[in-house]
T-cell receptor
Framework: NAGVTQTPKFQVLKTGQSMTLQCAQD?????MSWYRQDPGMGLRLIHY???????DQGEVPNGYNVSRSTTEDFPLRLLSAAPSQTSVYFC?????????????FGEGSWLTVV | GDSVTQMEGPVTLSEEAFLTINCTYT??????LFWYVQYPGEGLQLLLK?????DKGSNKGFEATYRKETTSFHLEKGSVQVSDSAVYFC??????????????FGTGTQLKVEL
């Protein structure tokens, strides 16, 4: 049972570098999303997608890009990394939209920008 | 906008003690409410949920009741174990169509259970 798989688990970037966090799910979920987790702030939604070819912004989208070319994959791109993007990133997926749907999370990607 | 407020931690308890972690929310209509748990170095796992007023979610000895009148969803367990040590997040998803699966989280409460 793979569920939601994220790579890499740990990454150190220099300011200004770009990178992509990969996320894949094998549950045929229509909904996928990215959150960042910062101390004392819980998790905040970055971007989400309700199906292949459809993406939208969450609460904190600046500095991040996403695309959804397949149902399975939802990569998160950092265009020009900044120290403020040092965080733990979680990818999540869920079945089609509805009340009380369970959202499944990956194990997280720890990103440090120096 | 929607928000979730939960008690600050860390909370340290002895094994077999009673646990309460308070959670209150602000949202339009009738959101769905969740408790997620995060063990060290892992992602979040759904612990329990409730989708309408007076519903009680329960799992692994944990319980929480959706109280519309007090906009609360407090997490309780009668007897905690060392293995319950983790960070607990209260969260909600919106009532309206189109809000769907977007979760708003509280800041998390760290629980440490000692022998």
């Amino acid at each position: 049972n793979a569920g939601v798989t994220q790579t890499p688990k740990f990454q150190v970037l220099k300011t200004g570098q770009s990178m992509t966090l990969q996320c894949a799910q094998d549950m045929n979920h229509e909904y996928m999303s990215w959150y960042r987790q910062d101390p004392g702030m819980g998790l905040r939604l970055i971007h989400y997608s309700v199906g292949a070819g459809i993406t939208d912004q969450g609460e904190v989208p600046n500095g991040y890009n996403v695309s959804r070319s397949t149902t399975e994959d939802f990569p998160l791109r950092l265009l020009s990394a900044a120290p403020s993007q040092t965080s733990v990133y979680f990818c999540a997926s869920g079945d089609r939209e509805g009340r009380g749907n369970t959202i499944y999370f990956g194990e997280g990607s720890w990103l440090t920008v120096v | 906008g929607d928000s979730v407020t939960q008690m600050e931690g860390p909370v340290t308890l002895s094994e077999e003690a009673f646990l309460t972690i308070n959670c209150t929310y602000t949202a339009t209509g009738y959101p769905s409410l969740f408790w997620y748990v995060q063990y060290p170095g892992e992602g979040l796992q759904l612990l329990l949920k409730a989708t309408k007023a007076d519903d009680k979610g329960s799992n692994k000895g944990f319980e929480a009741t959706y109280r519309k009148e007090t906009t609360s969803f407090h997490l309780e367990k009668g007897s905690v174990q060392v293995s319950d040590s983790a960070v607990y997040f209260c969260a909600l998803s919106p009532f309206f169509t189109g809000g769907g699966n977007k979760l708003t989280f509280g800041t998390g409460t760290q629980l440490k259970v000692e022998l």
